[in-house]
């Protein structure tokens, strides 16, 4: 191996270590710390950003980037990302990167009590600030990359799409929604209303049903563990991941749901290539292609007429009671319900892409200069109104109810949604390619899908861009279509 | 502030962070993480050793020690800690520090082995290597700080005690115990024998009671958690402890001392200086200190005829059945009993010093040279027939019983009999300094004790040396006069 790329893995190898070690210490954050480790946490994960910034722009980077050679298709597309990742940390002065941190933890407090409030003029200030810095690192990422500057936004969550790739799907999108939402709304109104399983459902109970389902679609303790959070996530390293949910004692769905859907994310992130560890492609291909992860499993293959028919039976045997709540039909008439709400995260299948749609033109003229922050509650009230008919009654259901924008982050809310498209057309795929899949999830055994993600997805780590990687798995590059079709399959049929 | 000095402090703060961040991953690896996860762990750990341990050998650093200026006693002592802390740092060669984390690592893992067999010639080679390179750091350590090699390593542990402290010290326990064991033998044959406690003991029951007394010994659960593990110990951060505990359903009282123990050390932490956070001067004052501290809470106050007066209604009220086993006097009788054993952790108040002695002895005669590896099986026999009287009958129950040595811990051992010592020492100053002490602990307060410790000790972080830190204490540097008065009043009256 040539020296300045051998020196440059060793390097690489010491910051992915390092961003293990913060990764760890941000669950332990959410799922385990005492309130008042907080303020000594904060300056622990700053010192550990510090350390590994000051490793990736150190002087002799550059020369070693310059002089480096790689040969073979993974090490010459680690030596791409090396020289990104550079090009990217290099190109923020550091004062605006440190004024960035201050304005995106300012605004974000603020913004907690503003949204309870409902009070979009209390945020409004430090909302202007956090943009025209977004709106200043934008423009310097465009100088660097030779992006657009929202392009360049786009690229740090999921890097090799841009909003040229994400307009005319979205557009496709629209127009499709503004037909199938009245049909799908008026096929779900003749059908019998679901009816909810009765609880309540002991934690205990709720927390071995998710560890049974969750080492069912394929998660191996030895190398996870689960966990309680108050907004759940996945965290933690390939080799330890820690999912988190939620528990409510009144309905298990959310939990249950909510693990298989991080478990998703988690199976990603256990299938990289082992050979890859901590080199730039070795890591998970993009936010967008994380998400997809997750939706195969919570939204194709666990919401799936296959799958239902396993876990109907399953639930009755854990919970007990009545049974009829737990018929596959009923459970995917719950599970599947379409209703046009003001509230993104819990939007149903075929109603979230708006949500993201109205933020991805929002954001792209606010990072523009296109659009004023005064007039987001505006155009958001307008942009509601047009994609699904309904208007919130208040800030607070509306343009308040996202961390995102608060916290400086711009670019991310596509990743949902091009996700939610993936999934669905990597499921076409693994289905066209898999015989007996559907019958597999009908046994509750996921080996079938997940053999084919380990190998189509997991196993290609960050080898390929996404399209290309979308283009490997399954012939096209992202598209609506296969997501159309699946929605066209469950809720216009 | 002088500028390198403000530069230094700067360092100091960023070194002890990461230091905060590598305390937080050792909790998980024994309190939380999947065992799949810990070969990564060890990497993480690594990493994060190699950067502090970069940033405090930097070449600018010795510049600034030099020409760096602090007023004021806390400053003062900051900076000489600062300089201490470099000294160690640049006396060991790099290739030593690594040759020597191979060997430990090496030879920790041959012993478990080797323990489980009772097979001392399986680890022997691997301890010879242990222990040469020991040798060769003492020698380099010698050399830098000017005191004997033995020293250099036990200064690793406890600043400010040496040898020469110690021997006194533990030569008149020698005598004391020659006289004291067989009459605290007799006087305990001559009571009625104590009653256990019939279990089971829920777990659930045994971990709220675990909480509510370390809450009353004056732990704020704001800025801690009580958790599992293999081995309990205290680790976290000063804002943000964390103790654990291991529960057995036969018994409580294991799990209940441990964690009354453990939440000794922790009030130690909570209570450091705040203002020299993350500073040299601010840390605690070395580990027979630090066992100080939880030995006066777990031996001094908790197994104090007036605390237990208080506590046998507590646990009886707590786990219900026959009140017998709870009264005061029981429990007394339980947890104060003497008996000549073959196993160190598992020893009373009274015989543990010897364990202690006899391992001080040998492993200075280690580092000294005047004891071959090869011997240490027949020096071992022959102290424990000594100082207690009996011969183990086999290694596992003898030198193979501890991984200290096998881990390349020398100069260790001292703190934990030191550390009781200090603790009766320091017990004996509160009690005269705070007027009704134990009256307080009659009644579960142990506000009183804790006012007194944070003042005196706590507060004080490592402004002190040890020895400086008990005179100002005390009245007196260590001694001891006060643990075996102490012993006296418990075991011979």
Not at 192 to 201: K, R
Not at 329 to 352: K, S
Not at 368 to 391: H, N
Request: net charge negative; proline share 6%; hydrophobic share 45%.
């Amino acid at each position: 191996m040539n020296e300045p790329y051998a020196r440059l893995k060793d390097r690489f190898a010491r910051i992915a270590t390092i961003g293990e070690a913060s990764a760890m210490l941000g669950w332990d954050a959410s799922a385990m710390m005492p309130p008042g480790g907080g303020a000594a946490r904060g300056e622990q994960l700053a010192v550990l950003a510090g350390v590994s910034h000051a490793m990736l722009v150190a002087p002799e980077v550059a020369g070693d980037l310059a002089a480096a050679e790689a040969e073979g298709e993974w090490d010459g597309a680690n030596l791409t990302l090396m020289r990104r990742a550079h090009l990217r940390a290099t190109a923020l002065p550091a004062d605006l990167v440190e004024a960035m941190a201050r304005a995106n933890s300012a605004c974000e407090k603020i913004w907690r009590g503003a949204r309870a409030a409902s009070d979009f003029a209390a945020v409004r200030p430090a909302l202007e600030t956090v943009v025209a810095l977004q709106r200043e690192a934008a423009a310097a990422l465009s100088v660097a990359t030779g992006l657009s500057p929202y392009d360049a936004l786009m690229d740090s969550f999921q890097p090799g799409i841009g909003a040229a790739d994400v307009e005319p799907i979205f557009a496709a999108y629209e127009t499709f929604l503004a037909e199938a939402l009245p049909r799908a709304e008026a096929i779900q109104a003749a059908r019998p209303a679901p009816v909810h399983p009765q609880g309540p459902f002991a934690t205990e109970v709720q927390r071995a049903l998710g560890r049974r389902l969750s080492e069912r679609v394929g998660l191996d303790y030895d190398h996870a563990r689960l966990d309680e959070s108050l907004h759940p996530f996945c965290g933690g390293t390939p080799t330890d991941v820690r999912i988190t949910t939620r528990y409510v004692p009144e309905s298990f769905e959310q939990a249950m749901l909510g693990i298989l859907h991080e478990t998703g994310h988690a199976l990603y992130e256990r299938g990289l290539p082992e050979a890859w560890a901590r080199q730039p492609v070795g890591e998970a291909a993009g936010m967008a292609a994380h998400e997809s992860q997750s939706l195969i499993i919570e939204m194709q293959a666990s919401r799936s007429d296959a799958f239902l028919s396993w876990l109907g039976p399953e639930l009755h045997r854990t919970f007990g009671g009545d049974p009829a709540p737990y018929a596959p039909e009923n459970l995917a008439r719950l599970w599947r319900r379409v209703e046009r709400g003001f509230i993104r995260t819990e939007a149903d299948e075929l109603t979230y892409p708006a949500h993201v749609i109205l933020r991805f033109r929002l954001e792209r003229a606010l990072i523009g200069g296109d659009l004023a922050v005064a007039d987001i509650p505006g155009a958001w009230a307008e942009g509601m109104g047009r994609l699904l008919g309904i208007t919130p009654p208040d800030d607070r259901r509306g343009c308040l109810q996202d961390i995102h924008w608060h916290d400086g982050a711009f670019g991310y809310f596509p990743s949902y949604t091009l996700g939610a498209m993936a999934a669905a057309q990597l499921m076409a795929a693994a289905r066209a390619a898999v015989p007996g899949l559907d019958e597999a999830l009908a046994r509750g055994d996921f080996a079938p899908l997940l053999g084919w993600l380990r190998a189509h997805v997991h196993g290609q780590g960050s080898r390929l861009g996404f399209q290309d990687l979308m283009r490997a798995a399954t012939g096209r590059p992202l598209e609506a279509d296969a997501f159309m079709a699946h929605l066209r399959g469950r809720y216009l049929t």
